[in-house]
């Protein structure tokens, strides 16, 4: 990997981490049609340190006030049924299913769980659990009515955002608004969530990246997590506020269509599943072709 293709995947990387479309499927996806082979799940998930590094700016005041008034609780400060403190609470709840789950199951995310195949049907059946929450759930309550119950349920759903495809705000927002969470209260505890997930997960393939000749370059990966970080500082602005008043039905859309489009390269041979594309070009007397090595 080059530093321009570091460049174009940091902007994908930052474009898509917060959208319900799954970034890492959009990674995965990229990285094929630029011919380097899967950029592999370290890279992706030292990247979205970067995004989520845009999301503690963006929350930084509910990210303090949280963490003080937890914090407040624990001495008695604070009363223990107070919001922002029992928030703090079910946001370590929550972030136990997924950190669990990848360790666990580390080869089968790394490995088996990246062919695009699972990418494809995963962007087109979770794509449309989404369309059926946002059409069918009653999206009434607010942030100040999370229970530990529902803490969990948003935890679990995060954890099947280890496969890619899934996508890690599309299944937690998907699960708040089928519990019954408003659009707006859905995507903000999504985002909340998120940050102690993705930055352990980043932080522990950063370490075991280090010395390891088959991954990404740390100065293209830097690049990446740089590109990221300032691309999605500006799209989760503009996502609250779309969502604000708008549905998720265009990213339904979208995921149903690029799931068929995957299938349909797959099945006709232009992209191969475990990594590599072969392109040709008829009119003219070039040829391209690029072949990634198999996770």
Do not use: C, N
Request: hydrophobic share 55%; proline share 4%.
């Amino acid at each position: 990997m080059g530093i321009f293709e570091a460049i174009l995947l940091g902007i994908i990387q930052g474009l898509t981490e917060f959208l319900p479309i799954s970034s890492s499927a959009h990674l995965r996806i990229a990285s094929e049609f630029m011919g380097i082979g899967d950029a592999g799940a370290a890279f992706t998930a030292i990247t979205q340190i970067g995004t989520e590094a845009a999301v503690i700016v963006f929350f930084w005041r509910d990210i303090v006030r949280i963490i003080g008034r937890w914090f407040g609780s624990l001495s008695g400060r604070v009363p223990r049924t107070d919001p922002d403190a029992l928030m703090g609470w079910w946001i370590i709840l929550g972030s136990l299913p997924i950190v669990i789950g990848g360790l666990l199951f580390e080869d089968l995310i790394d490995g088996t769980l990246r062919s695009l195949w699972f990418v494809a049907f995963a962007l087109i059946v979770f794509g449309l659990l989404l369309g059926v929450a946002d059409r069918v759930a009653p999206q009434v309550r607010t942030l100040d009515k999370l229970t530990w119950k529902h803490g969990l349920i948003y935890g679990f759903a995060q954890a099947l955002a280890l496969i890619p495809g899934v996508s890690r705000s599309g299944g937690t927002i998907t699960a708040g608004l089928f519990m019954g969470y408003t659009r707006e209260a859905a995507a903000r505890y999504s985002f909340l969530l998120a940050i102690p997930a993705v930055l352990g997960s980043g932080g522990y393939k950063l370490v075991k990246s280090v010395g390891d000749p088959t991954a990404t370059p740390m100065l293209q990966t830097g690049i990446a997590t740089v590109v990221a970080f300032v691309i999605a500082l500006l799209v989760i602005g503009l996502f609250m506020k779309y969502i604000s008043r708008g549905s998720f039905l265009p990213f339904v859309v979208y995921r149903v269509l690029l799931g068929i489009v995957i299938i349909v390269l797959l099945s006709t041979g232009v992209l191969s599943p475990e990594g590599g594309t072969s392109v040709a070009v008829q009119g003219g007397a070039i040829a391209h072709a690029a072949t990634g090595g198999a996770l």
